[in-house]
Nanobody
Framework: EVRLAESGGGLVQAGGSLRLSCAAS????????ITWFRQAPGKEREFVAA????????HYADSVKGRFTISRDNAKNTVYLQMNNLQPEDTAVYYC????????WGNGTLVAVSS
């Protein structure tokens, strides 16, 4: 079964950290470009971070640059989003997608940051 699953969300105080995971089954993540998106209540889904399939290139939204880091563990077939210095405006459901010849989405994980 092909599946992409996010985990690691939760409630954290402002200034805290979380690490989100995006685990794949049924396909190899290192064959795909991986992108993290987020959707805050009442807002449209927005880009957060991306990694080229090779792992050599990463991109970040200006709002998270310097605070968030995307990485990949090929042995675990998992991509991570390390989020530091979280702020209330980071509160959202976070989604990962994997894109190559196919496109897969996970169901999201909720991150809530209290002030």
């Amino acid at each position: 079964e092909v599946r992409l699953a996010e985990s690691g969300g939760g409630l954290v105080q402002a200034g805290g950290s979380l690490r989100l995971s995006c685990a794949a089954s049924g396909f190899r993540l290192d064959d795909y470009a991986i992108t993290w998106f987020r959707q805050a209540p009442g807002k449209e889904r927005e880009f957060v971070a991306a990694m080229h399939w090779s792992g050599d290139t990463t991109h970040y939204a200006d709002s998270v640059k310097g605070r968030f880091t995307i990485s990949r563990d090929n042995a675990k077939n998992t991509v991570y989003l390390q989020m530091n210095n979280l702020q209330p405006e980071d509160t959202a459901v976070y989604y990962c997608n994997a894109r190559a010849t196919s496109l897969y989405w996970g169901n999201g994980t909720l991150v809530a940051v209290s002030s």
